[in-house]
């Protein structure tokens, strides 16, 4: 009898060690397919926050007269909706469009730095008068880059470059006549800081060519 019910138990303990086995091969087996799900679903969100900003980025590039601005806030305002672009109005008649693209709702996660992309555009009297591209990132201290291009003002067809309180903060200034290779480097925001883990510590890795430009600027 005793023998009997050992070998009993024996085999209801085999069964429930196998059900719980199962159980809980299939517990993990949901955990990964979940956290694998969760880091796609990051990885998806990050790309086409990278690839938004570029495209906004672009579109400051492309902006040449007054004819363009108008066409690139109306496709933005096809593509993303009417309260894509944040209007306000200034003294002395000012009318700003100012549109921005940030990394915030993966940010706060602590898997990537606090990111923004702003382009702003301001006209007078119907007429472009300057584009603005900014990049800030970081926690504190927030590092960024300002870049100006003006449209109706006297500035000599160079590039400005001012550096701010700190090391961390340089703006870039230059008329839309600057000629088309140095602008480019003006304008080539480097969008990965809006994806990497570690982020952008350094102006210079916002825009790679902002010391380029001024040194094209003392050789000119």
Same mark, same amino acid.
């Given at each position: 009898?005793?023998?009997?019910?050992?070998?009993?138990?024996?085999?209801?303990?085999?069964?429930?060690?196998?059900?719980?086995?199962?159980?809980?091969?299939?517990?993990?087996?949901?955990?990964?397919?979940?956290?694998?799900?969760?880091?796609?679903?990051?990885?998806?969100?990050?790309?086409?926050?990278?690839?938004?900003?570029?495209?906004?980025?672009?579109?400051?590039?492309?902006?040449?007269?007054?004819?363009?601005?108008?066409?690139?806030?109306?496709?933005?305002?096809?593509?993303?909706?009417?309260?894509?672009?944040?209007?306000?109005?200034?003294?002395?008649?000012?009318?700003?469009?100012?549109?921005?693209?940030?990394?915030?709702?993966?940010?706060?996660?602590?898997?990537?730095?606090?990111? /923004? %992309?702003?382009? !702003?555009?301001?006209?007078?009297? +119907?007429?472009?008068?300057? @584009?603005?591209? =900014?990049?800030?990132?970081? #926690?504190?201290?927030?590092?960024?880059?300002?870049?100006?291009?003006?449209?109706?003002?006297?500035?000599?067809?160079?590039?400005?470059?001012?550096?701010?309180?700190?090391?961390?903060?340089?703006?870039?200034?230059?008329?839309?006549?600057?000629?088309?290779?140095?602008?480019?480097?003006?304008? /080539? %925001?480097?969008? !990965?800081?809006?994806?990497?883990? +570690?982020?952008?510590?350094? @102006?210079?890795? =916002?825009?790679?060519?902002? #010391?380029?430009?001024?040194?094209?600027?003392?050789?000119?």
């Amino acid at each position: 009898m005793g023998r009997d019910w050992c070998l009993i138990s024996t085999s209801s303990y085999a069964v429930l060690g196998g059900r719980l086995g199962r159980s809980l091969w299939y517990v993990v087996c949901t955990l990964l397919v979940a956290v694998a799900l969760f880091e796609l679903g990051i990885a998806v969100y990050l790309a086409h926050i990278r690839a938004s900003a570029s495209a906004l980025i672009n579109s400051a590039r492309e902006i040449r007269t007054t004819s363009d601005a108008e066409r690139e806030i109306a496709a933005w305002k096809e593509r993303s909706g009417n309260d894509f672009w944040q209007e306000s109005d200034q003294p002395g008649g000012d009318h700003n469009y100012d549109a921005q693209i940030a990394n915030l709702a993966i940010a706060r996660l602590h898997l990537v730095q606090p990111t /923004a %992309v702003t382009v !702003g555009i301001t006209m007078r009297s +119907g007429r472009l008068r300057w @584009v603005t591209v =900014i990049e800030m990132t970081g #926690w504190q201290p927030v590092t960024a880059v300002a870049i100006n291009e003006w449209f109706d003002s006297g500035m000599p067809s160079r590039t400005l470059l001012r550096e701010g309180h700190s090391a961390l903060a340089v703006t870039v200034e230059f008329p839309s006549a600057l000629p088309e290779d140095q602008r480019a480097k003006a304008l /080539a %925001v480097n969008t !990965g800081c809006l994806v990497w883990h +570690g982020g952008c510590k350094t @102006v210079q890795d =916002i825009l790679p060519g902002i #010391w380029q430009l001024e040194a094209d600027r003392r050789a000119n």
